[in-house]
Structures are given as structure tokens and as C-alpha cells.
């Protein structure tokens, strides 16, 4: 169970210092990559994890081709996932909130395969073999060539070198590794290059830590 205060966590959104609407603007930007690249085909997104949801939300509120997007967040925080959905309310996507854990397989049953997977947030707020075994598992949530937009800071010890690693083992090709110098946070990217698995009911990936 996490500890953590998440409503409190997103107020660091509007903190200039806190680097988060930096790594917001990047994520932001790689999800507007994947629309225009996948225009005018439907196309099904989940994301894990997804707090209140702007990041995905705050590219659908502007998009006149939001309603090709149906999107599936999952969120353990009752009171995220009430903002999640208020935001939800006037878009044109069909967006869906689950109250739900997205550490365990079971959450993602009826949403997966999806186009774009976004693992935001959760890397930097799980042990190492939480991190390995969530790469491992991402082709369960991948259609074919469906890209993943992760997330995890570089404080010392960098495990992001180890997290491109296993995305390359589980058989994703980097896209794009945002990574600034003046900052610690990173954002990946990387596309499903093999057959996608399909999802194994049953399992647990991860638990948060903080
Ligand atoms: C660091 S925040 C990231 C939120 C969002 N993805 C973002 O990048 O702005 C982590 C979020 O994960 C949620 N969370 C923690 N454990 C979870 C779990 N097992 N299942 C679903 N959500 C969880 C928290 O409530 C919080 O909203």
C-alpha cells in the first residue's frame, strides 16, 4: 500500500522548480507524436497509474480528432480518479477511469491490446524487480508496434540505462530517450517490435513502494 499523499504529489505540477511540467510538456509531446502518426485511424490507449490523468487528457481536451481515441486509465486513488473523470466529462474521447490496481494483470482485462501505453510515473515508485517484471509484461498490453511512453527519474543509481535494456530484451525498439541535462527526469519511448503476448490473467507486476 503507498504512503504517499498523490493529490498533494500533482501540486508540484504548478511548482516551476519541481521539473514535473517539464516532463509533463515532453510526455504531452510524444503522445501528440503518436495521434498525428496514427491519424485517422481509431485508436485505444491505456495508461496505468494515470493520476488525474493530464497528460492524455490534456492532449485529447485540444485535438479535433479526439474522438478516434478510446481510452482506458487505471488509478487507485479515489480522489484522482474522480478528477480523472471530471476532466473526461466534456471531451469528445471515449474515456474510461478504472478505480482499480494496475499492478495486478487482472485490471487490464477488456482494454488491452492498445495503440499507445503509457507507464507514467511508476518506475521511480517500485523496487528494480517491480520495474524488470512491468517491462517484461508490456507486450500483454501492446497491439502490434504499439509504442510505450514511460517515465523514471535519473537519480543516482540511474536504473534507466537498465530499464532501455529490458525493453530491449522484451523486444521494443527505442524511439526516443528524452533526457535533459539540466534536469533529473527522463521520458521513453519505445515501440513493440515483436509479436505482442496476450495477457496473462492472474499476475501481479508491481507495488508501489512510496
Ligand atoms: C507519480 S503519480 C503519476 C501520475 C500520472 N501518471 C502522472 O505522470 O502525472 C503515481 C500515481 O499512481 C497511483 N497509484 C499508486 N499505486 C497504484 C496502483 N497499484 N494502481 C493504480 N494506481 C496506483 C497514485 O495514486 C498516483 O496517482
Known amino acids: 500500500?503507498?504512503?504517499?499523499d498523490w493529490?498533494?504529489?500533482?501540486?508540484?505540477?504548478?511548482?516551476?522548480?519541481?521539473?514535473?511540467?517539464?516532463?509533463l510538456d515532453a510526455v504531452r509531446a510524444q503522445i501528440e507524436r503518436v495521434l498525428d502518426r496514427t491519424a485517422p485511424d481509431p485508436i485505444r490507449v491505456v495508461s496505468a497509474c494515470a493520476g488525474d490523468g493530464r497528460d492524455l487528457l490534456g492532449v485529447l481536451a485540444?485535438?479535433?480528432?479526439?474522438?478516434?481515441?478510446?481510452?482506458v486509465l487505471l488509478e487507485s486513488d479515489a480522489a484522482l480518479v474522480a478528477r480523472a473523470r471530471d476532466a473526461a466529462t466534456d471531451l469528445d474521447a471515449e474515456v474510461e477511469v478504472r478505480h482499480t490496481d494496475g499492478g495486478q494483470s487482472d485490471s487490464y482485462?477488456?482494454?488491452v491490446p492498445a495503440d499507445l501505453v503509457l507507464l507514467c510515473?511508476?518506475?521511480?515508485?517500485?523496487?528494480?524487480?517491480?520495474?524488470?517484471t512491468t517491462v517484461r509484461a508490456a507486450p500483454q498490453l501492446c497491439s502490434p508496434g504499439a509504442p510505450?511512453?514511460?517515465?523514471?527519474?535519473?537519480?543516482?543509481?540511474?536504473?534507466?540505462?537498465?530499464?532501455?535494456?529490458?525493453?530491449?530484451?522484451?523486444?521494443f525498439?527505442?524511439?526516443a530517450?528524452?533526457?535533459?541535462?539540466?534536469?533529473?527526469?527522463?521520458?521513453?519511448?519505445?515501440?513493440?517490435?515483436?509479436?505482442?503476448?496476450?495477457?496473462?490473467?492472474?499476475?501481479?507486476?508491481?507495488?508501489?513502494?512510496?
Not at 493529490?7 to 517539464?22: F, I, K, N
Not at 510515473?121 to 524488470?132: K, L, Y
Not at 527522463?186 to 508491481?206: C, I, K, Q, T
Open 1 to 4: 500500500m503507498s504512503e504517499t
Open 7 to 23: 493529490v498533494d504529489w500533482h501540486r508540484a505540477y504548478e511548482r516551476p522548480d519541481s521539473g514535473l511540467g517539464a516532463r
Open 62 to 71: 485540444h485535438r479535433p480528432d479526439a474522438a478516434r481515441v478510446s481510452a
Open 109 to 111: 482485462d477488456g482494454c
Open 121 to 132: 510515473g511508476i518506475f521511480g515508485n517500485v523496487g528494480d524487480a517491480d520495474v524488470r
Open 148 to 171: 510505450v511512453i514511460w517515465t523514471r527519474h535519473r537519480h543516482d543509481p540511474d536504473l534507466t540505462p537498465s530499464i532501455r535494456q529490458w525493453f530491449a530484451e522484451a523486444g
Open 173 to 175: 525498439e527505442e524511439v
Open 177 to 210: 530517450f528524452i533526457a535533459p541535462d539540466e534536469d533529473e527526469w527522463s521520458v521513453g519511448v519505445h515501440r513493440l517490435a515483436v509479436a505482442p503476448s496476450p495477457l496473462e490473467l492472474g499476475r501481479h507486476w508491481f507495488s508501489f513502494v512510496r
